[in-house]
């Protein structure tokens, strides 16, 4: 596969029609440098241009942040802060090359730029999540890299990682084990991933698999108990699989706001028995865990 081919079709994405007028906006933008602070909102501080609610606006659904630019303030559907922080305490990025796989507008990736790392690079087919991003970093100014590349490509890209982030994306793939692979090859020899997927609770390595929505999302595939999913890394060839967390999402963590069109979690749950979804599963509950490739 060449990447730089598939790289240079993909730019075109952005002459999509609900895209370009986005584009459009972006170029007009004023230049200028602000201050910026990488705590829980991603902030933008300083003398503020013209349009900046109307800007951010026009990039709806902002389901990934919070941000806040000058007044206005990205109150994103996840706060994913939450996630992050959860993870937080099990990473050191200094000097280490990063991908995150999935990236959607970048938000952990400006997080992480916090830690000094030697790059990162964030990879999502999403014109739109790109758009948000470059919007962000025309504040931001950061050197992060964003490719309109998948997972599956990713072991065909032109350079390998050390450590790579891969959150809420493993339910979505139709063959879990395939986009395992793909992370493997992504990695350096000593590399390592950070992943996070839905599970369901049992002691036997089992998978639900819905019958067409889960929560009423429309591509979900394989929900795995923690044992189906600790061999389908092992089976991928990692040579360790750590549990670092497991949780419920909670409306604390998803929620509606104005910043998204349409419904969130509360919509998503039995409206008389929260601990199942409106298709009567378990409710979303994530387990995150922590893969390395070889010898350490
Ligand atoms: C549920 S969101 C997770 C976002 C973020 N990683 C997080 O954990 O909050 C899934 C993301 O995967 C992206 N995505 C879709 N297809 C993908 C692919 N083939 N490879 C990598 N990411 C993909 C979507 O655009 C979306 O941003």
Redesign the pocket.
Known sequence: MNIKELRQERLRWMGWKNIAPLREALKSLEEGSWDVELDDAVTVKGKAPANIEETARLMMPWR?GPFKLFDTYIDSE?R?NV?YNLLRKYFNLKDKRVA?????NGY?LFRMLKDKPKSLVG????PL?KTQFDFINHFVKSDIVYELL???HLEFYEEKFDTIFC???LY?RSDPVGMLKSLYKGLDKEGEVFL?TFYIEGDDEMCLYPESTYSKIPNIYFVPTVKALRNWCLRAGFSSFEVLESSKTESSEQRKTSWIEGESLENFLDENDSSRTVEGYPAPARVYVKLIKGKR
């Open positions: 990934k996840w994913s996630k995150d796989i999935g990236c959607n952990y990879f999502d087919p999403s999540f998948g997972v599956e959150l809420g994306v979505h996070d």
